[in-house]
């Protein structure tokens, strides 16, 4: 039996519902050492017969034995193995990889075969000096000339080392000399092989061939011996030769990996546009990864704290440990700390709001220290005095009237927690845009700025308020209210006395208080302070003025005097809360940690607020959204991807002819991508160190680096990698998806 036989073969192509007949009810024996050659008009079906034989396209009825196994039954990848084992092929439009060197290309045949690298280096410059082109193994085949080509592709042919060699219309594009050339390079390596040459021009082998085939109409016309002299058995007479070893024909690790490279590289343009691709990919899905960070970060700072209402994400509530007031030392310490922002030392004051008015105009705002003033002033000038105030609000006529100006320099009341009055004087205003004001914000922004001993006297004011104040009489205790109707302060009443009204006289034995020792005690949150006072006497109605200095009764009906600086003594022990601001929440951990290290007790208000929105919830929709996206972009990429690989869907049908599997060239295209996304993925990585140390300044960027840590980079990089893999399988499912001749027509 031959090496090949076709029994009864038929093959149809199927166009767009239209099927042509390619050839019909083909009967051949072809043997080794034959030279044949295929002759017939165009369209008789010479080419569908060549490629049927050489397993590069699908035939639909008969059978092919091959060495006597029958083919119906083998699947693509049998195909690819027969071709890489038995054939070699020669094409008319020269089927070889452009981008490639002359070297590369022959090279690649042997490498596509499994042949160790030793084997090539060997013998790939031979072959090239066989075909006469020694001085252009390193110039790109697509700056070669169509003879030039076509000796290449015959080099190839010759450095797979096949029992069979096909060749379809090797001299058709050439002139007549070149022609001349091939014919004589195919007749001299017919002698031990089993060569078909297709030909419409039969003179030009007439005097080589051994058997010629012609063709009409699909079938086969005539078969006959040459007309010339030569038979294959009068031909020098075959040299037993090494059989070559094809079990082993897997292209090598080390090459697959090689040739990714190559092709990563090898057409700049390709390079630059995938790598745009890859950018946009990586700009994407990084984006989107940080859009959910940052809405899953700006929705658990939003809430409303109820103690502390002057909430923000970024402040934290600290007392000392021991519960002690708070030392210049420590306020030292706490600004000087890293991440931290700003200091709030009046922090109890803070959270409350406070009027001012007069006749014309009210305003209402946190109490605040000129020194955390952080806007410059509108309208005016900072304060001077100790009772000079600014006023801080939205540019609108609700807070400031229709004339913010007219309010500067005017006299305002300000009445005090322990129910003082004093007079404070605006000097300055500073307008916020209302359209800076944070929409999803329900808190009041309007805040007073007062002078350090103004805010000394309200912290003062509000300790007494917040006091809880005794005084032991003559053995009875009794709760005293600072401000009106309860302690006050005198100037007249001498430090370490007390005046009562005339009505604690009968408490005493003698109808008469003045001269006994009375105690009073405040106790607050954080401290308990006593005092032991002599009382100075009692006022009555006509000695209340005398004594007091002031003047209606009526109105200060019960009120006990003692000295300020007694009273300061009572109330004044200093601050005992602080507010400190980080720089930023993600932040706040770390400085939670160290400020309590360095002996403080702190409460981080983000941590305890209300919060209408449920993050976890928020997660279950967003998460799905994020996925949907991070497909769309992939799909996108991957048209966009098979578009700029256009070059390597013809490269891939080559190796593939050149019988290439498609597990070699799935990890050559992922090397490939994967390397591009690499570079991209390195890219994105220096500008956003770029970023960082300021030399570019792109905002998008900045978010990234905010939001981002170390194991987003790393999942953003598994992502891309995966996506890399995932678009050269779908790459190689549509490479391999029909014959080998059918992707090819396809690709081209
Ligand atoms: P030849 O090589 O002798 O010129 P072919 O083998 O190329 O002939 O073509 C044989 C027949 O098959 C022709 O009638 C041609 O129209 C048809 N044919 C070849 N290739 C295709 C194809 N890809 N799609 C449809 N019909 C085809
Ligand atoms: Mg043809």
Redesign the pocket.
Known sequence: MGMIRLKNVSKYYYNKGIIASGISRINLDLDEGEFIVITGE?GSG??TLLNVISGLDSYEEGEMYIEGQETSHYSAADFEEYRQKYISCIF?DFNLVTSYTVYQNIALAMQIDGRSEAEIKEKVPDIIAKVGLSEFSRRKVSKLSGGQKQRVAIARALAKDTKILVA??PTGNLDSESAEGIVELLTDIASDKLVIV?THNYDQFKDHATRVIKMHDGRIAEDTGAASKASAFERAPRVGRAERDHSKHEIAYGTQLKLGVRNTFNLPAKFLLLLLVFIFVVAAVSSQYVTVRKQRDTISGEGWNDFFTNYDPKRVVVEKSDRSAFTKADYEAIENAPHVEKLIREDMIYDSQIYIENSDFSFYGFMLSISNLDNELSLGTMPKAEDEAVLEGYDDDWTFGEDPESLIGKTYNVSMDNGTEKKIKVTGIVLLDPKDGDEDSFMDTSAIYFSDKLTGELREAMYASNSTTTMLINGTEETLYPGEGGLVTNERVPEGYILLPTSYDPAFKEGYAAGNEIKLKAKTLYYEQTLELMIMGTYGEKTFEQKTGLKDLMEHDGEIYINPIDYRRLYEKGSFQASVFVDDTRNLPGMKDMLERGGYNVLVLKDHIYNFLDTDLLSVIQLPVAVLICFAVFFIAYFVVRLILKSRGVYFATVRMLGMGKKPAKRIMRVELMLDCAIAYGLFLIFVCLNISGVIDIPALADHILYLTVVDYVILAAILLVMAVLISGRFMRTIFKSSAMGTYREEV
Do not use: A, L, N, R
């Open positions: 165009s010479k080419s008319q379809d219309e297709v």
